[in-house]
């Protein structure tokens, strides 16, 4: 347990070297909500042990009322949550294994947190490692996306609203776990709220982006992401603009440590943190920073599938980003398709269904059978512009950029757009894609009501993308106003007339084959062991805790209104150990008016079989240009 000045205590699980205390040795610290006993347990038994048994001392810490740490836990990346890890940060520092030199790392809210908590400089705090992580809140994270409600951020909040709900292991705390647990359960609040009441990019969204100073981090960052992941564009925007010692890695990867994520291939990268780590908290130089700034994977086209096991391609190298030598492939939305030339193009509307939008996978995938899959019956439905057969392989690295004319009938409404990879058979493969709520035309901050029929040029900037189009393939732009259920729909069912624009393709040009220095294949410690005990329950052998999980989340909307869009997500977790036994139910739903959105939740918990909390939400959010 690790004491704060206000007399919290942190739970952190410590793995060391076993000649610490007589060499002490760096700490690498990773910071999380996730309960490190019974959430992260899998992962943590994979790279920790492997990073202490490389010199290091391994640091895993629940945040304040998280796990077995004392407190309540109020919201994402709080002040007080930052203000924590400072102290932290100096305990690790001071004690007798630890050389007086701290790391830091995490994926998603690990990766968030770093990069705050370098912004605020404690001493001992030396180099991060930053994975799947985001620099501003507002703009790509879970929660909005252009300015549009994003539908992910529902299952993520039924997943942090339950999670926070779990009991501390009274093997760990002793008798003071029920206190703890019901004050949780009594204190909870219902986040979604919260993030619904901020609905443009204010000062609860500028908080924690590190967008706000990118010169406040003065140390090492190394920066890493997947193409399949939700964090695509971060890394990019952060190696252009951070001054600090910086490299970036990107990944064909969804939402986990490269070396263990799907799709593949996996790399070595505990030793690649390794040689990182080396360097900035050793004073080792390993040569890590005489190689590219940036390595990306370069993705050849594949069929589209929602599920790939690994995605064909190869390594690159960039010395910075911008990288030198890029071009720009202006392509012109014409009455022939996307032509290189600008040409007429006869008033174009848009209006699709509610439903387009079912085979756009998730926001944020995982790994699984969660990614884009084959694009025709979405693009079908929408307005599309294409290529004839490219004549040659085209490479794309970076942000496609949009820029129409357009006028809507209504004062709110969506742009969604699609950059597709078309295969000789008809199969379209989604490469890239962005979203704008026309409202958010000059900014996030100060969104403005659409006047009918007025003529806007706006601009879309499109997820970044490492891939390969090849030769006989064409490229498809697939236009929608609706992207159901990876975004909210606007209020009232809205037509766009498209009266021009281009689409600029960041063109990597051809180059002679790189020398870049092999990874290696994956390393890991040895794994949990986890026993299934029956579907959907598995138990922890080295804790003898069995945990069960079970819940249905369904998305619903009818094609022709934006108004019967709603969200309900159900879980049932339990937890048991001999005679202890938790059960926690949770329920959320989402549903809106033509003026409002409704949120509807609910909360049970029993410990054993007495039912020990019923609280129940029902709150009316205004909407606010969305």
């Known amino acids: 347990m690790i004491p704060l000045r206000d ?63 004392d407190g309540l836990l109020q919201d994402e990346y709080t002040r007080q949550e930052q203000d924590d890890a400072l102290e932290v940060i100096a305990w690790l520092a001071a004690q007798p294994w630890c050389s007086g030199a701290v790391g830091m790392m995490g994926i998603s809210w690990g990766g968030f947190n770093a990069l705050q908590v370098a912004a605020l ?19 790509d994270d879970v929660h909005y996306m252009g300015g549009a409600r994003l539908g992910a951020g529902l299952g993520w909040a039924s997943f942090f609203f339950r999670s926070m709900c779990h009991p501390p292991d009274p093997l760990l705390v002793g008798d003071r776990w029920r206190a703890m647990w019901l004050e949780r359960l009594a204190h909870v ?41 939700g964090y695509t564009n971060a890394v990019p925007r952060m190696l252009a603009r951070l001054s600090c010692p910086r490299k970036g ?43 590219p700034m940036l390595r990306a994977w370069m993705t050849q086209s594949v069929r589209p599938a929602r599920h790939h096991h690994a995605l064909p391609g190869r390594w690159i190298g ?67 512009f294409e290529t004839p057969p490219l004549e040659r392989a085209l490479e794309i690295l970076g942000a496609p950029i949009l820029t129409v004319e357009v006028a809507s009938d209504k004062p709110v409404a969506h742009l969604v757009a699609r950059l597709c990879d078309v295969h000789p058979s008809g199969e379209s493969l989604r490469v890239s894609y962005g979203v704008l709520n026309l409202t958010h035309r000059d900014g996030h901050e100060t969104p403005v009501p659409l006047a009918a029929g007025q003529r806007y040029r706006v601009r879309i900037q499109l997820n970044n993308t490492g891939c390969v189009l090849p030769a006989g393939h064409r490229v498809r732009l697939a236009l929608s106003t609706t992207y159901w259920p990876l975004i909210w729909p606007s209020p009232e069912k809205a037509a766009l007339t ?17 020398a870049l220095r092999p990874f290696p294949e994956p390393q890991t410690a040895t794994p949990e062991t986890i026993t299934t005990v029956r579907p959907g329950v598995h138990r922890i052998e080295r804790l003898g805790l069995e945990l069960g999980s079970e819940g249905t989340s369904t998305f619903h909307i009818d094609d022709d209104d934006p ?52 609280r129940d939400w029902d709150r009316t959010i205004a909407r606010d240009c969305i």
């Open 7 to 69: 007399g919290t205590r942190l739970a952190a699980r410590i793995w060391l070297p076993r000649d610490a205390e007589q060499d002490p040795v760096p700490a690498i610290l990773e910071y999380l909500p996730y309960r490190k006993r019974d959430g992260t347990h899998e992962r943590d038994a994979l790279t920790h042990p492997y990073l202490a048994g490389h010199g290091y001392a391994a640091v895993r810490v629940d945040i304040r009322g998280s796990g077995e740490s």
């Open 121 to 139: 400089r404690p001493p001992a705090l030396k180099a991060i490692v930053s994975i799947c992580s985001t620099d501003d809140r507002y703009r």
């Open 189 to 229: 609040p219902l986040f979604l709220e919260a993030w619904l009441r901020h609905q443009r990019r204010d000062a609860y969204w500028r908080h924690g982006s590190i967008c706000e100073d990118y010169g406040a981090i003065r140390c090492p960052v190394y920066l890493v992401g997947g193409w399949t992941d």
């Open 249 to 291: 890695l990107i990944g064909p990867w969804a939402h986990a440590y490269p070396h263990f994520a799907r799709p593949g291939p996996q790399i070595g990268f505990l030793q690649e943190m390794l040689r990182w780590w080396d360097q900035w908290l050793k004073g080792i130089d390993t040569g890590v920073m005489n190689e």
């Open 318 to 384: 960039e010395p910075g980003w911008p990288p030198p030598g890029m071009t720009a492939c202006r392509l012109f939305l014409a009455d022939g398709g996307l032509e290189t030339q600008a040409a007429a193009l006869a008033p174009r509307s848009v209006c699709t269904p509610q439903t387009v939008g079912r085979h756009a996978g998730e926001w944020c995938p995982f790994g699984g059978s969660d990614q884009a899959g084959d694009q025709r019956e979405d693009d079908a439905r929408s307005l599309t």
């Open 498 to 514: 498209i009266f021009g624009g281009s689409l600029d393709l960041p063109v990597r040009p051809p180059r002679e084959p790189e």
């Open 563 to 614: 108004l019967s869009a709603v969200a309900e997500l159900r879980r049932a977790d339990t937890l048991a150990r001999d005679a202890w036994r938790i059960r926690i139910e949770t329920r959320l739903r989402l549903s809106c008016t033509r003026d409002a959105f409704r949120l509807q939740a609910g909360l049970r918990a029993w410990g054993g079989d007495e039912e020990v909390c019923a």
